[in-house]
């Protein structure tokens, strides 16, 4: 595709926004084309593809002016040598905050040890913990760090389209892109309830985590998904003239094949019993309102026999991520088992859009596009908790983002240096190694030479300078030292001396 087709699909996508974001975003990408000028990506394509293609993605999920300026110029300032302050000046504090937000959210990367596995295939019980705790931190660190739920949402489709690309990446760099994709990247957004992004993001790093069972598990669910897909295409048929004949107005019914990484996490539940796995081809039906939901099921038991224990009410009872449907398993006229999913288009659009979706809903009934616009953090949270519904794993995030007495600062090389508020440079120091605590004598923070008394904040990116010959820790180090392993360490070398 050329570059000026890819700008057509977004200008026909954000029609609908006032002249002003249109203006913004046009003048975005002018400036993002400049900038990449002459740049490719592995794939031999012009580089401005990619902050394209990311925000088209976006585009589907959520229409804000600054959003989507941001998501074409994400790369800017990492790529090449333009800096923030000149994005800032041409397109305003917003806009360069989305920015920002997006590359310090870079830097969060998963550390790829030896030992590195997934927590199911790991024997040693503290190993288990140690690789639970640092994905743990790592997504929630995301979470309170990105600050603006606009920076997830760029930062998971720039995700998403890396991960359509990955086969043309590095050969070194795929398997840590795609362990994360898996393991952070996805379940943030299924945290979000972004479902669409989800599924496609773990079917994507599936090939690349764990190779040998993808092969398998395609082999052996290849022949039989394709027959299931055939008898549902036809029961699809039977069960939409059943149901318009009863009157129940149908907005949208069809076939969905479960995602393969989703189907190969509920086998390993299901003692690999492909048997027991119902949804493998489910049957979707979209209609009108939540009355019309809970007839059209009373109708379909009334034709087709449930499979006891499979009916599920989720509309009641949304699951913790916020997903409501209707579920059921029947038994099909030729003896095969189905499970459907019943729900209405705003159920739905919950569904495969999550959080983003919820806020389209909101312009459309505030007749603006520009919902985002005065939405602060707090209020995003506010909504985020309401989807969530988990207090404890919220009471974390709250605990980060708002009254936390933590940080987290990160290394030239994105290792992330966990710490208490108001630590500086010398707590930083001697978390990496109490020999560079001892011979630090200052630090570039974000590229600028800093004292070693100044005081961290969350995302900075700290470089220590040591220098060998230094005296070693001064008595007044204490003033600026939070941590137990920083004050310890000064004090032992003072009495020594
Ligand atoms: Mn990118």
């Known amino acids: 595709m050329t570059t000026q087709a890819l700008l057509d699909q977004l200008n026909k996508k954000i029609a609908s926004l006032p002249a002003k974001d249109r203006h913004l975003i046009n003048q975005a990408f002018d400036f993002a084309h400049q900038a990449h000028q002459g740049m490719k990506r592995e794939s031999g394509e012009p580089y401005i593809h990619h902050p394209l293609h990311v925000t088209l993605i976006l585009s589907h999920l959520a229409i804000d002016g600054p959003m989507l300026a941001a998501a074409l110029l994400h790369d800017v300032v990492e790529d090449t040598a333009i800096p923030l302050t000149q994005i800032e000046k041409k397109f305003g504090q917003e806009v360069a905050q989305l920015v920002d937000g997006v590359i310090k959210l870079a830097k969060i990367k998963i550390k790829r040890t030896p030992t590195f596995w997934p927590h199911f295939l790991v024997r040693r019980q503290e190993e ?19 600050g603006d739920l606009r920076v997830i949402f760029i930062k998971l ?16 760099k795929r398997a840590r892109i795609a362990q994360e994709t ?8 299924n945290r979000l309830g972004i479902g669409e992004l989800k599924g496609e993001l773990e079917d994507l790093a599936f090939p690349f985590v764990y190779p040998q069972e993808y092969q398998n598990l395609k082999k052996r669910v290849e022949e039989i998904i394709s027959e299931r897909e055939k008898y549902v295409d036809e029961f699809i048929k039977l069960l939409k003239r059943f149901l318009e004949s ?29 048997e027991k796995i119902y949804d493998l081809v489910a049957v979707r039906i979209i209609v009108k309102n939540v009355a019309d939901c809970y007839q059209a099921l009373g109708l379909i038991h009334s034709r087709w026999n449930p499979l006891i224990g499979r009916i599920k009410d989720y509309i009641a009872m949304p699951k913790p991520n916020g997903y409501q449907s209707l579920h059921t398993t029947i038994f099909s006229e030729t003896g095969q088992q189905i499970e459907i999913q019943i729900r209405t288009p705003r159920m739905h659009a919950r569904a495969e859009h999550g959080i983003a979706a919820h806020w389209s809903y909101k312009e459309q009934t505030q007749k603006t596009n520009r919902a985002f616009q005065d ?11 309401s989807i969530i519904n988990d207090h404890k794993e919220i009471k974390q995030i709250l605990e980060l983002d708002f009254f936390s007495d933590r940080i987290f600062a990160f290394t030239p090389k994105g290792d992330v240096i966990n710490l208490p508020r108001d630590a500086s440079v010398i707590d930083f120091a001697y978390a990496i190694h109490s020999d560079i605590g001892n011979a630090c004598t200052g630090a570039k923070i974000n590229g600028q030479i800093k004292p070693l008394a100044t005081r961290l904040e969350n995302g900075d990116i700290v470089e220590i300078i040591t220098q060998k010959n230094s005296r070693g820790p001064k008595a007044d180090w204490l003033k600026f030292t939070r941590t137990q392993k920083a004050r310890a360490k000064i004090k032992q070398i003072l009495k020594i001396r």
């Not at 913990?129 to 990105?146: D, N, P, R, T, Y």
């Not at 939405?375 to 908790?385: A, P």
């Open 182 to 189: 898996l393991e952070i990247y996805a379940p943030i957004a």
């Open 157 to 172: 489709a720039d995700r998403l389209h890396n991960m359509r690309t990955l086969h043309l990446a590095r050969p070194d």
């Open 375 to 385: 939405v602060q953090w707090i209020k995003q949270f506010n909504e985020l908790r």
């Open 246 to 274: 009863k009157n129940i107005i149908i907005v949208d019914i069809h076939g969905r094949a479960k995602h393969l990484y989703s189907l190969w996490n509920k086998l390993r539940r299901y003692d690999n019993n492909l």
């Open 128 to 146: 288990r913990f140690s690789f639970e705790h640092q994905v743990k931190s790592l997504q929630k660190m995301f979470l309170a760090i990105s």
